[in-house]
């Protein structure tokens, strides 16, 4: 059996204790704050969310503070891929490790990021993909990628569907600021994994994923 195929077997329950420790710390002192002041958020479907497994969120993108924003909203650290140039600031370096945080070079193929999804999973880690790849002007997904559900399948990891709603809005061309556009964030009800790496399969689930999301999305602001 592969490693990736082992996770059911030998996984930890939770992420690392520092990381927890320092997740609470920038959740409740900066994060949650802007996004229920400031942005004043609204979360749906939060009861839906695994606490204690490994757990690979996907999520549609639009903005730089989406991953924080999804891991605020989880209530617990979700490991997002990031430019390798990020890890070479003093400092931030640090910080943005113990976020979960992990550097993947650009041009690189996506064996990497595949790669130190699965070591975050081994850890109990909820691991963040977006589908698209990448930020979309209007939020919604409209060219998935097969990465998310190929993670699944080789380790069995349910994938959790979050809609951001806002977010998009955040920045202003010319403005550095941000804007205080109200947004909103659905939780789907988990999604299972593919049970094999079979293209059709992966196809299906990113379709299942990209659906929930986008159908997520189009409630808008109103509640639920």
Same mark, same amino acid.
């Given at each position: 059996?592969?490693?990736? =195929?082992?996770?059911?077997?030998?996984?930890?329950?939770?992420?690392?204790? !520092?990381?927890? *420790?320092? #997740?609470?710390?920038?959740?409740?002192?900066?994060?949650?704050?802007?996004?229920?002041?400031?942005?004043?958020?609204?979360?749906?479907?939060?009861?839906?969310?695994?606490?204690? =497994?490994?757990?690979? *969120?996907?999520?549609?993108?639009a903005?730089?503070?989406?991953? +924080? !924003? *999804?891991?605020?909203?989880?209530?617990?650290?979700?490991?997002?891929? @990031?430019?390798?140039?990020?890890?070479?600031? +003093?400092?931030?370096?640090?910080?943005?490790?113990?976020?979960?945080? #992990?550097?993947?070079?650009?041009?690189? &193929?996506?064996?990497?990021?595949?790669?130190?999804?699965?070591? #975050?999973?081994?850890?109990?880690?909820?691991?963040?993909?977006?589908?698209?790849?990448?930020?979309?002007?209007? @939020?919604?997904? &409209?060219?998935?990628?097969?990465? @998310?559900?190929?993670?699944?399948?080789?380790?069995?990891?349910p994938?959790? +569907?979050?809609?951001?709603?806002?977010?998009? %809005?955040?920045?202003?061309?010319?403005?550095?600021?941000?804007?205080?556009?109200?947004?909103?964030?659905?939780?789907?009800?988990?999604?299972?994994?593919?049970? %094999?790496?079979?293209?059709?399969?992966?196809?299906?689930?990113?379709?299942?994923?990209?659906?929930v999301?986008?159908?997520?999305?189009a409630?808008?602001?109103?509640? %639920?």
């Open positions: 059996m592969e490693p990736e =195929q082992e996770i059911r077997g030998t996984r930890r329950h939770r992420e690392p204790f !520092i990381n927890l *420790v320092f #997740y609470h710390f920038f959740k409740w002192s900066v994060v949650s704050p802007m996004f229920h002041f400031y942005f004043r958020g609204r979360i749906y479907g939060a009861e839906r969310i695994p606490q204690s =497994q490994p757990l690979i *969120v996907v999520s549609n993108h903005s730089d503070f989406d991953p +924080p !924003i *999804v891991s605020c909203c989880i209530g617990r650290p979700v490991a997002f891929m @990031a430019k390798e140039e990020l890890f070479r600031i +003093p400092g931030l370096r640090q910080a943005i490790l113990l976020y979960g945080a #992990y550097p993947v070079s650009r041009g690189t &193929t996506d064996r990497q990021a595949i790669r130190q999804a699965i070591h #975050y999973l081994h850890q109990g880690w909820a691991t963040g993909i977006f589908l698209q790849g990448t930020r979309t002007a209007d @939020a919604r997904i &409209t060219h998935p990628k097969l990465g @998310a559900a190929l993670i699944a399948a080789k380790t069995q990891v994938l959790l +569907p979050v809609s951001l709603w806002g977010t998009q %809005s955040i920045m202003r061309k010319g403005n550095p600021l941000p804007h205080p556009v109200p947004i909103t964030v659905r939780i789907g009800e988990l999604i299972p994994p593919p049970r %094999s790496t079979a293209r059709d399969l992966l196809e299906t689930t990113t379709h299942q994923c990209t659906q999301i986008n159908n997520l999305h409630l808008g602001s109103k509640e %639920s």
